[in-house]
């Protein structure tokens, strides 16, 4: 299980790639619907290359904030820049293909395409040909669904999915569908990779499966990562820096060890204000 | 040494015909279909013409409801544009109606389909709009204004009740729907345009295939199954469906012009809600989502009147002994009344027992026998 298949020969590593500034800034950006506000004053900033990690109770924010990223949402006051660019004048679709790749809370596959389709679907931006082309599957068109198919199979490969290549997605395990999830969202070769709940109602082994294939992703290719979870043990092993939310705004921005004895976190997470709950309350943060 | 039958690079794993048994089934398939006018009665081949336009017609339905998961009610529309298309290209002009006197079919079929894929490119920006429902009731909203365009426009269609004289089919010169004996061997009458109908229909699957497996197919079955991920991975939604319902339009197009041209005339009032929901049947009896599934629902209800046949000539007698019946009017059932009740029933029985279609079916038989000697 632990071998770590060399990524970097399918996918190229963004390592180069990528800038030195930032890749994605939030500046003071609001969130809110009709009357519930999600995101208040949000203000942070994640580096190149950088494991980052945002966290809180629920509906403190943080989908939301993905949601903001992505494109998904139009932030209400504020902005969110993401590869210097500012996400709310671009459409979903157009941050996909500047490099932003995202993985959902509820698993959102194609459940009745098979594995090795849902991970081409992950490479549409990879492929150009027009409808005319396919239909009369040109040469060109059959080098660039093989060219593509190559990297499929290495991911596939990357991610131990072989045994469940040609089954429908639906049909398969939980765990399974996540990985694939991820699988997806790495063929479309991102420089931004956005992790919603990776590990969510996942056993201990699948989640240190994942653990080790999200550090992987990060080491290997140089991938970026905003990494959105509930299982604290997991986040303070691996983000750089992390983000805590509670109703919308910030109340904490830093490393995990800082983070993780911070008062008003664990004010958050466990209400009340007494000392006495103090130390209870790091054990638990801590995982 | 390669080990025999294994799939050795991508190329092959993504090829239309993967394996030697594949191909030999199909081949089989072929020569029975090529060679269908040598022992099939005259009746049975005529159907089978109008079978192949319904054919093309299916899968065009399929790709834009069955794989993009846009349900049509308008695909009788798009028929009727390419039918029109057809016969107006033609058709020489007579005292009442117009035409182009154009009989030269390379001309005047691909002409129906893109005429056909128009229309659906300009429907499409309404139709990109909305989903489910409303999108199906948009569609019943063209089936019902086409058909009232039909009757008013008495110059391209010869007026209701009278009709116009239908598309001549000749090819290169040669009359498609000439008779008599080919190369000496007795052949059922329309032979010629049972083997053209069939090359445009394999021609158009291939086509349809091709597509299904490419990054559009892929884009259209996205944008059904889960519309905001598919945002996410890149798949523009608006341009996307525009895609599926000009594709399709355009199948139906090319289907109402082959469907025309097996007819002496063609009238106004067939191109209506009835035939939008015959093609529903199709997809769903044969098989949503499935190239297949859409030609073997296509046949099938296109031979269903052949069926109706001998069923009535069993349930006749029956009506006829339970004699308290023949007083009342409508019974004992006419061929007529019993098509449409297969037809019902094999809707209903499909959609509460086998969504899936026959292709489902199969699915089933096929793994039940891939798991057949059972280890007990």
């Known amino acids: 299980?632990?071998?770590?298949?060399?990524?970097?020969?399918?996918?190229?590593?963004?390592?180069?790639?990528?800038?030195?500034?930032?890749?994605?800034?939030?500046?003071?950006?609001?969130?809110?619907?009709?009357?519930?506000?999600?995101?208040?004053?949000?203000?942070?900033?994640?580096?190149?290359?950088?494991?980052?990690?945002?966290?809180?109770?629920?509906?403190?924010?943080?989908?939301?904030?993905?949601?903001?990223?992505?494109?998904?949402?139009?932030?209400?006051?504020?902005?969110?820049?993401?590869?210097?660019?500012?996400?709310?004048?671009?459409?979903?679709?157009?941050?996909?293909?500047?490099?932003?790749?995202?993985?959902?809370?509820?698993?959102?596959?194609?459940?009745?395409?098979?594995?090795?389709?849902?991970?081409?679907l992950g490479r549409q931006q990879h492929m150009s040909y027009s409808t005319v082309a396919a239909m009369l599957r040109t040469p060109a068109v059959r080098r660039a669904e093989v060219a593509n198919r190559q990297v499929v199979e290495a991911i596939v490969d990357f991610l131990d999915l072989q045994p469940h290549r040609a089954s429908l997605v639906g049909m398969l395990p939980y765990g399974v569908q996540k990985r694939i999830e991820l699988g997806r969202a790495l063929a479309m070769e991102p420089k931004l990779l956005l992790l919603d709940e990776p590990v969510a109602g996942m056993n201990l082994e699948e989640t240190e499966d994942m653990a080790r294939f999200i550090l992987d992703i990060r080491d290997e290719l140089g991938i970026t990562i905003i990494m959105v979870e509930h299982d604290m043990g997991l986040v303070m092993d691996l983000a750089d820096r992390v983000l805590v939310l509670d109703f919308g705004e910030v109340i904490a921005n830093d490393v995990p060890s800082v983070v993780q004895r911070d008062p008003a976190v664990i004010h958050a997470y466990l209400g009340g204000s007494g000392e006495d709950v103090e130390d209870a309350a790091v054990a638990k943060v801590t995982g | 040494m390669a080990r025999p039958r294994m799939i050795g690079d991508h190329g092959q794993a993504m090829a239309l015909v993967r394996t030697p048994t594949k191909a030999f089934w199909l081949t089989a398939l072929l020569l029975v279909a090529f060679s269908a006018p040598i022992w099939m009665s005259n009746g049975l081949l005529f159907l089978l013409i109008a079978g192949l336009a319904y054919v093309v017609g299916a899968i065009g339905l399929n790709l834009v409801t069955g794989f993009a998961g846009q349900l049509s009610l308008g695909h009788a529309f798009f028929l009727a544009v390419g039918a029109y298309t057809a016969t107006f290209i033609s058709s020489e002009s007579t005292g009442t109606t117009v035409g182009l006197g154009i009989p030269e079919i390379l001309v005047w079929l691909p002409a129906a389909g893109i005429v056909a894929g128009l229309a659906g490119l300009l429907v499409g920006p309404i139709a990109t709009r909305l989903k489910g429902l409303y999108l199906a009731i948009v569609t019943l909203g063209l089936v019902f204004v086409g058909d009232h365009v039909l009757r008013e426009w008495s110059s391209l269609t010869g007026g209701v009740g009278f009709g116009r004289a239908a598309p001549d089919p000749t090819l290169l010169g040669i009359d498609l729907a000439r008779t008599g004996p080919i190369l000496g061997i007795e052949v059922a009458r329309s032979a010629l345009l049972y083997w053209f109908s069939l090359v445009v229909a394999i021609v158009l699957t291939i086509l349809a295939l091709n597509l299904v497996r490419s990054r559009i197919g892929r884009a259209f079955q996205a944008v059904r199954d889960r519309d905001v991920a598919a945002e996410v991975m890149g798949i523009d939604l608006t341009r996307t469906k525009l895609i599926a319902f000009t594709v399709s339009s355009a199948y139906a197009g090319l289907a109402g012009a082959m469907f025309a041209m097996r007819l002496e005339t063609i009238e106004a009032t067939q191109f209506n809600l009835l035939l939008s929901f015959l093609f529903i049947a199709m997809i769903l009896v044969g098989g949503i989502s499935s190239i297949p599934g859409a030609i073997v629902g296509a046949l099938l209800i296109a031979t269903l009147p052949s069926m109706a046949g001998p069923i009535s000539d069993v349930v006749t007698p029956i009506f006829d002994v339970l004699a308290f019946w023949r007083g009342d009017a409508g019974f004992p059932l006419d061929t007529f009344q019993l098509e449409q009740l297969l037809y019902g029933s094999l809707l209903i029985t499909f959609v509460l027992l086998e969504p899936r279609g026959l292709m489902g079916l199969w699915l089933r038989i096929r793994n039940y026998w891939r798991a057949f000697p059972f280890s007990y």
């Open chain 1, 1 to 120: 299980m632990a071998i770590t298949r060399p990524l970097g020969t399918a996918l190229p590593s963004t390592q180069d790639a990528l800038p030195d500034e930032p890749v994605v800034v939030a500046d003071d950006v609001s969130l809110g619907f009709a009357g519930v506000t999600a995101v208040s004053h949000v203000s942070y900033e994640v580096q190149p290359r950088e494991l980052f990690a945002i966290v809180g109770p629920n509906g403190a924010g943080k989908t939301s904030n993905f949601n903001l990223i992505s494109g998904v949402y139009r932030a209400t006051s504020g902005s969110v820049c993401v590869l210097g660019r500012d996400a709310a004048t671009m459409s979903p679709p157009e941050i996909a293909r500047m490099g932003v790749a995202r993985t959902f809370q509820n698993i959102e596959l194609f459940e009745n395409l098979s594995v090795v389709d849902n991970l081409m």
